[in-house]
């Protein structure tokens, strides 16, 4: 079956340079959910969207947006990038229907960023 | 405002042993979600099992298995004959509901390891 797809896999930036992480969803899946996750964390919650509008905002920093395309694809967009950026960005994908079992997030493989 | 804890940062046993990682919650809501994911030293995010709160059955995945005790809130994860490649970090995770779709309030992970 296919899952979430992101791209790249893995990133290296400097300070304040910018970058643009990308996540391609499940087939059919309308939401997509943003996480950023630390070492040793559990995953902290950015963004999402449903039907191609954000729907809820998390801890997501001003420097960064995101959006949902005509195609569902949605992509993290972050500016002025900190040594703290560092890590392992996740999305997520679902199936907005109320009922567990499709609204149930699986993940991508993340994208693991570093910050020099 | 949910809460969701796991009380044991890290556990270890010997392989085909069976083990249970414990997670608790708090919510006042009624009907909810509740999850377990793992994720492998890969850092993939990968779901387990999931459980609806009003099905009082425990959901089984395989050789995965949950304790639901929605009067006590708990939301424990057996895991039995356990294999190598089930070493991993195990998150508790409970879904609430948002405005258009849901959000994962996540435990702060059990690190698991099962010894060859």
Redesign the interface.
């Known amino acids: 079956a296919a899952g979430v797809i992101q791209s790249p896999r893995h990133l290296i930036k400097e300070k304040r340079e910018t970058a643009t992480l990308k996540c391609y969803p499940i087939p059919r899946h309308d939401t997509v959910y943003w996480y950023q996750q630390g070492p040793g964390q559990d995953p902290q919650f950015l963004i999402s969207f449903y039907e191609k509008m954000q729907s809820d905002k998390g801890s997501i920093p001003d420097r960064f947006s995101a959006q949902q395309f005509s195609d569902y694809h949605s992509e993290l967009n972050m500016s002025s990038l900190e040594l703290g950026d560092s890590a392992l960005y996740f999305c997520a994908s679902s199936l907005a229907s109320g009922r567990a079992d499709t609204d149930t997030q699986y993940f991508g493989p993340g994208t693991r960023l570093t910050v020099l | 405002a949910q809460t969701v804890t796991q009380s044991q940062p890290e556990m270890s046993v010997q392989e085909a042993e069976t083990v249970t990682l414990s997670c608790t919650y708090d919510t006042s809501e009624s009907n909810y979600?509740l999850?377990w994911?793992k994720q492998p030293p890969?850092?993939?995010?990968?779901?387990v099992i999931?459980q609806?709160a009003y099905k009082q059955q425990n959901a089984t995945e395989n050789r995965f298995s949950v304790n639901f005790q929605k009067a006590a809130k708990s939301f424990s994860l057996k895991i039995s004959d356990s294999q190598l490649g089930d070493t991993a970090m195990y998150?508790c995770a409970f879904?609430k509901r948002?405005?258009?779709?849901?959000?994962?309030i996540?435990?702060?992970?059990t690190k698991l390891i099962i010894k060859p």
């Not at chain 2, 890969?42 to 779901?47: A, D, T, V």
């Not at chain 2, 948002?98 to 994962?104: A, K, R």
């Open positions: 979600y999850f994911y890969s850092r993939q995010m990968i779901l999931r609806e998150f879904m948002m405005d258009s779709n849901y959000q994962l996540w435990g702060a992970g």
